[in-house]
Nanobody
Framework: QVQLLESGGGLVQPGGSLRLSCAASGINFSIYTVGWYRQAPGKERELVAT???????KYADSVKGRFTISRDNANNTVFLQMNSLEPEDTAVYYC????????????WGQGTQVTVSS
């Protein structure tokens, strides 16, 4: 059974930092594109950052220069380093992994809350 488990969310003041982690089990993370998405109250889920197996990254314009996605394939983990956090970054953050292996496969974590407030 595939499971993605996020951690590292919490309450932080504007300008602060958080590091999210997502540990996967039941799949070989190294062959999946991994990513982080977020959903704020009343809004649709949106892409934050993705990282392909080849190391190509993609970021939402709103987080470029502030967030960094990385992966540790040996430990089946993906990270999101978030710096200079803003109240607009408040959302539930979801980990995602997807790949086409005979058919399209996509997995989601349960989400972790990030709240940026003074």
């Amino acid at each position: 059974q595939v499971q993605l488990l996020e951690s590292g969310g919490g309450l932080v003041q504007p300008g602060g930092s958080l590091r999210l982690s997502c540990a996967a089990s039941g799949i070989n993370f190294s062959i999946y594109t991994v990513g982080w998405y977020r959903q704020a109250p009343g809004k649709e889920r949106e892409l934050v950052a993705t990282l392909t197996t080849g190391g190509t990254t993609k970021y939402a314009d709103s987080v470029k220069g502030r967030f960094t996605i990385s992966r540790d394939n040996a430990n089946n983990t993906v990270f999101l380093q978030m710096n200079s956090l803003e109240p607009e970054d408040t959302a539930v953050y979801y980990c995602n992994a997807d790949a086409y292996i005979y058919y399209y496969r996509q997995y989601w974590g349960q989400g972790t809350q990030v709240t940026v407030s003074s």
